[in-house]
Every structure is written in structure tokens, then in C-alpha cells.
């Protein structure tokens, strides 16, 4: 599997093999080379802290996000638009996060076989100023922890409003909602 | 690999099955595994210059709401923003602090569909077209761009805005 002369032989099922080789095949690369590329990928992946697993999820995630119309925003310039300083009033903001998170609710749950799950995983993976992402899920209930150390009262009350509005397009109804500074606790029910 | 597979609890069979079903999936997405580890850089360096990612209509409707109620604030916290980036990159060890903020600025504008900044010996000169750019998040995005170039030590020559056209000519001075 590697430059070196030293060969092993792992035996793959033949449906796999037969999809790899039609990829390799298409990228006009020999099913060796594709396959000695990807998994040096797989490793590299691995170094980064991702099971093959965990690194299929991410990846699904950050392609949902791009075709969400992801886009970045300098967080000096997203702090003020939180804040009250910019002269919006607080129920049209948390309006515009709400209906946001409804949007996004949407495309998720369309597109993801467990979509609280994925939108967890969405927001550990885009919202770095979330220190811990808790997620407890039952049948007809699922109660999110979000903590961050980097968040303003304000910034907490609008994401928490973001996955309420994502929440409700998952079939889920806001039971108990509570978002001090840098603490979401938020329960819903289906 | 093996050493990697025992980790992962798995057969050395088991892990090189999971990833050839990463690499069906990634294909899928019309991605390849390389896009993860981009990805993954993308995401680190935009979490360490100062930008949040979040859905393009949302910033855009907020921008609209605050230039609306509070213009002259609302460019002049863009402006801010603006310096402040750039002098991350000035007042930092890289060797050419320019190059390397127009570099993020390309990484971290994935939405905008045309960014073309070009560098001389005294001029800089900037060009972006974004159609979804309403008025408002044109101008506030313009503001950013002028606090960006004045910390690099340039001065505006000429401005051409309009919805989602932004073209800016600047020279050092």
C-alpha cells in the first residue's frame, strides 16, 4: 500500500472493490494508485482526530453547510450586529435567527437519515464558540446543552432561537427554553 | 495502518472497508478525502483570524436591518472590523502580511463567485462581483475592505459600489 516494496493483501468485498475501481477508473488513476491515495487520506484523516467514520459525517456536514450558502463573517462585525448598538430591534433579530433556523431545520432534516444528530454535529463542527454540545434524545424528546465561554447574552439568546427555529422543522415544539450567558438549555417535544 | 486500525478498535479488514465506504460517500457528495483535511485547515484558520460561519442570508438580512436603522454606525463597525483584521496580519510574523490576508480573504469568501485582488509595486486594486450581495452588505463589505487597505498603508483613489459590484483602486501613500 505504500512506495515501499513491502506488500500486504486485505481481502474487500468485490461490491466495493467494483465501485472504487469505477471511480479510480474515471479519474484515470490505476486502482492501485487511487487506493495507496486514499488511504494515506484515511491516515492523514486520522491524525486529524476522524475515524473513517467520523470523517465521512464531517464531510457530509460541510458539503450541507456550502449548499446551505454557508458564508463567513468577521465576529467583530456579527458581535455588532447582535448587539444593541446597531439599532435593530431584539424581536426582529430573533425573528431573522428563528426563521433561519427553521430553514436550516429543513434542509436537514430532508437530507440527513437522524437530523438531530446532524444538526449537533453541524453545530460542533461550525460553531467553534461552543465549547460543549450536548445532545439527549428520546423518544418524543430531545434536550439540547450548549455552554461557550466566548458568547454575549445576546449572541446566546439568537442561537438559541436558531435551533428552536431548526427544531420546529424537525417536528420538535419548544417545551422549556433557557439561554443565560453562554448557556443554552432548551427542551423540546415532539 | 494496522497500528491505526487496532486504535479504532477495528481489524486492519474492518478499517480498510470503512474507508473505501468513506471514499463511495465522498464520492457521492462529489468530494474527495482531500476535501476534509482542506476543509478542516479552513475551519481552523477561520476560527483563528476572527471570522464566525454561519448561513449567507442571515448576515445578509441582519446587515440590512442594522444599515437601515444606524448607516453611518453600522459602516463605521465594518471599517473597525476591517483594521482590525488587517493589523492582525501586519502586526504578525508573516512575511508578506498583505499576501497573506488577500490569501484568507479568498479562503474565507467562498460565497463570492468573483474576488480578484491585485497587488503592484504601489497599488492595489480590487474587484468583486457577488450578485446575492443586496445594497447594503455591498456597502458594509466595502467599508471592511477600505479599514483592511488603509491599515496596509493605502489610500483610496477610486470607488466604484453598486449592488454587488465592488471596485476599489488604492495606492500606497
Not at chain 1, 486520522?46 to 464531510?59: D, I, W
Not at chain 1, 420546529?168 to 439561554?179: E, F, H, L, N, V
Not at chain 2, 476560527?47 to 460561519?53: I, K, M, S, V
Request: aromatic share 12%; glycine share 6%; net charge neutral.
Amino acid at each position: 500500500m505504500s512506495k515501499g516494496k513491502d506488500k500486504r493483501l486485505v481481502y474487500i468485498p468485490g461490491n466495493l472493490v467494483e465501485e472504487v475501481k469505477e471511480i479510480s477508473r474515471r479519474r484515470g488513476e490505476s486502482l492501485s494508485l487511487f487506493v495507496s491515495e486514499v488511504l494515506m487520506l484515511a491516515l492523514r484523516a486520522n491524525s486529524l482526530g476522524y475515524s473513517p467514520k467520523q470523517a465521512a459525517e464531517f464531510l457530509e456536514i460541510m458539503q450541507a453547510q456550502r449548499n446551505l450558502g454557508g458564508a463567513f463573517v468577521p465576529t467583530d462585525v456579527l458581535t455588532y450586529l447582535n448587539s444593541k448598538a446597531c439599532g435593530t430591534e431584539e424581536d426582529q433579530l430573533q425573528t431573522k435567527w428563528y426563521e433561519s433556523g427553521k430553514w436550516h431545520g429543513k434542509y436537514i432534516n430532508e437530507k440527513f437519515e437522524d437530523p438531530v444528530q446532524a444538526f449537533k454535529k453541524f453545530l460542533e463542527a461550525t460553531r467553534w464558540d461552543l465549547s460543549e454540545v450536548e445532545v439527549r434524545q428520546n423518544q418524543n424528546t430531545v434536550k439540547f446543552r450548549c455552554i461557550s465561554t466566548l458568547l454575549t447574552g445576546k449572541a446566546t439568546e439568537l442561537l438559541a432561537k436558531f435551533i428552536e427555529g431548526a427544531m420546529y422543522s424537525m417536528g420538535y415544539q419548544t417545551d422549556k427554553s433557557d439561554a443565560l450567558k453562554g448557556m443554552i438549555l432548551l427542551h423540546f417535544k415532539r | 495502518m494496522n497500528k491505526v486500525a487496532k486504535e479504532s478498535d477495528l481489524s486492519l479488514y474492518g478499517f480498510v472497508n470503512e474507508v473505501f465506504e468513506l471514499t463511495l460517500r465522498a464520492n457521492k457528495l462529489g468530494v474527495n478525502l482531500q476535501t476534509l483535511t482542506d476543509s478542516r485547515e479552513l475551519l481552523k484558520d477561520a476560527r483563528e483570524n476572527g471570522y464566525t460561519l454561519g448561513l449567507e442570508s442571515l448576515w445578509y438580512e441582519m446587515a440590512d436591518l442594522a444599515y437601515a436603522k444606524a448607516k453611518n454606525k453600522a459602516l463605521h463597525a465594518w471599517f473597525d472590523a476591517g483594521v482590525w483584521l488587517a493589523k492582525r496580519y501586519v502586526t504578525g510574523e508573516t512575511a508578506d502580511p498583505f499576501e497573506a490576508f488577500n490569501k484568507d480573504l479568498k479562503d474565507f469568501t467562498w460565497n463570492v463567485p468573483e474576488l480578484d485582488v491585485k497587488k503592484t509595486a504601489d497599488r492595489v486594486s480590487v474587484r468583486i462581483v457577488s450578485p446575492r450581495f443586496p445594497e447594503s452588505y455591498t456597502l458594509l463589505f466595502t467599508s471592511f475592505l477600505e479599514g483592511a487597505l488603509e491599515t496596509f498603508g493605502y489610500k483610496i483613489g477610486s470607488k466604484e459600489v453598486s449592488r454587488g459590484i465592488i471596485c476599489l483602486e488604492a495606492v500606497m501613500g
